[in-house]
């Protein structure tokens, strides 16, 4: 069968937030293997640029990025235009969960944190990131919800509520941009290899377990699976897709 060079970044600028880690730094390497220029935007500003030095600083640019900082948003945007001269996509995988707690005794301070990142944050980043494709005739957001934006688990009341609302913002941004040429679609991944799993499953070993068993297909994912998925709409390939929702799980939201 011959290969569909539509999903290809060939020529194309991607800025990805949480790019320095996790599934941030698995779409990077796959959009600069397609043949993107990417900015991986980072808070550990250190872990971007070892992605940008494995990826070749001719295709990769590491800039500090704090999406709780407005204009930290609009700064990387910027150095976006000037370093590329344009924006084609933008992926939004910065996120954290914060502390497990009952809705009632979620902390005022979780809660903010966590709504402050993976949803006030992406807010601010798609502005300027939306202004510079509109210069250019359009685009394709990412943004990366989780399983957690679909169903609820206890005691992650503030990462719940900030996944769903992650699912609104970007059904919001398609209709608002869809006749101006932007495109804007949301992952939900399920459980995936990431630091913030490591990091949850260090604390308990036997958590890595009991999540596998929970996915149909009896594991969990690797980065770069889900880079996979966000590459794809990222390219020509998904240029009918706006609004949508693509679950990436393993089954696991399937019943």
């Not at 206890?154 to 101006?180: C, E, H, R, W």
């Not at 009991?210 to 390939?237: K, M, N, Q, T, Y």
Request: hydrophobic share 50%; with cysteine; net charge negative.
């Amino acid at each position: 069968m011959k290969a569909d060079n539509r999903i290809s970044l060939e020529g194309r600028v991607v800025l990805i937030s949480g790019g320095g880690s996790g599934i941030g730094r698995a779409a990077a390497a796959l959009a600069v293997e397609r043949g993107a220029s990417v900015v991986l935007g980072d808070k550990d500003v250190s872990a971007a640029e070892r992605v940008a030095a494995e990826l070749g600083h001719d295709r990769a640019m590491a800039h500090p990025l704090d999406v709780v900082d407005a204009s930290s948003c609009a700064t990387i945007v910027a150095a976006t235009e000037a370093r590329f001269g344009k924006l084609d996509g933008l992926v939004s995988a910065a996120g954290l969960t914060g502390a497990a707690a009952p809705l009632a005794d979620c902390a005022l301070e979780t809660w903010n944190s966590v709504i402050a990142v993976n949803l006030t944050g992406m807010f601010h980043l798609m502005q300027p990131a939306i202004k510079l494709m509109l210069k250019g005739g359009g685009g394709s957001i990412v943004n990366l919800s989780s399983v957690a934006g679909l169903v609820a688990v206890p005691d992650q009341v503030q990462y719940i509520a900030s996944k769903f609302g992650v699912i609104g913002l970007t059904k919001s941004a398609a209709i608002d941009y869809a006749a101006q040429g932007i495109r804007a679609n949301a992952v939900c991944p399920g459980g995936t290899r990431t630091p913030m799993l490591a990091e949850w499953v260090a604390a308990d070993p036997s958590r890595e377990r009991f999540l596998a068993a929970g996915h149909p297909i009896g594991r969990v994912a690797e980065p770069d699976e889900l880079a996979e998925a966000i590459v794809w709409l990222l390219s020509d390939a998904a240029s009918f897709v706006t609004g949508a929702v693509l679950t990436v799980d393993g089954g696991l939201t399937i019943s």
